[in-house]
């Protein structure tokens, strides 16, 4: 399978507790994205890197939020002191940086359930 | 501030008709507007994309109209099955490669 993976795909926490999720984009992808996605609503963007730069954050991303992306290859997104309002469907793309390739391709996502 | 407005929120469609789903922005920067398909417990899968040098592009059953001057694009499924049976949502970026701003989507039911 080459496409985006991201584990776990369900995440169920207690709030004040940290968690972190993971993505692997498609091999040959440079650029990667965060959204978060709640019920009924579109997309989100939360975070984007290029190799393991990360380019830019969204106003939605508190302080609680981390992201990184060490060696350019997959990415992890870290939530500390989770809180009920973080429960939504985390989502992870990633693209090629082309002037003729503009897709971005998700993954199947991670819930998380802060209880 | 919704940069990309969709409607309807949701679609009922007849087997064999047409769906057809509507998408307005705001930013004249956007250049690239592409279409999501998901089904529940999924990630959003491309369907089609249109840049603003064109009008239309067809692909398969799925058609996107642009109308640069009106700032609005749209997607028509023809010949609408049951398996198209799923929420979709449009998107825009600027110059590609750059984070998609999606509107808040639009659920389809194909009925027999």
């Known amino acids: 399978d080459t496409g985006v993976s991201q584990n776990p795909r369900h995440k169920i926490t207690k709030r004040g507790q940290n968690v972190t999720f993971r993505c692997d984009p498609i091999s040959e992808h440079n650029r990667l994205y965060w959204y978060r996605q709640t019920l009924g609503q579109g997309p989100e963007f939360l975070t984007y890197?290029?190799?393991?730069?990360?380019?830019?954050k969204s106003r939605l991303l508190s302080d609680r939020f981390s992201a990184e992306r060490p060696k350019g290859s997959f990415s992890t997104l870290e939530i500390q002191r989770t809180e009920q309002g973080d429960s939504a469907m985390y989502l992870c793309?990633?693209?090629?940086?082309?002037?003729?390739?503009?897709?971005?391709?998700f993954g199947p996502g991670t819930r998380l359930t802060v209880t | 501030q919704q940069q990309v407005k969709q409607s309807p929120q949701s679609l009922i469609v007849q087997k064999g008709g047409i769906s057809i789903i509507n998408c307005a922005y705001e930013n004249t920067a956007f250049d690239y507007f592409p279409w999501y398909q998901q089904f529940p417990g999924k990630g959003p899968a491309l369907l089609i994309a249109i840049r603003p040098d064109v009008s239309e592009k067809k692909e398969g059953r799925f058609t996107i109209s642009f109308n640069k001057s009106a700032k609005q694009f749209s997607l028509h499924i023809m010949d609408s099955q049951p398996g198209d049976s799923a929420t979709y949502f449009c998107a825009a970026s600027f110059s590609g490669n750059t984070p998609l701003v999606f509107g808040k989507g639009t659920r389809l039911s194909v009925i027999a």
């Open positions: 793309a990633s693209s090629a940086t082309s002037a003729f390739s503009y897709e971005q391709y």
């Open positions: 890197f290029q190799n393991e730069a990360q380019l830019e």
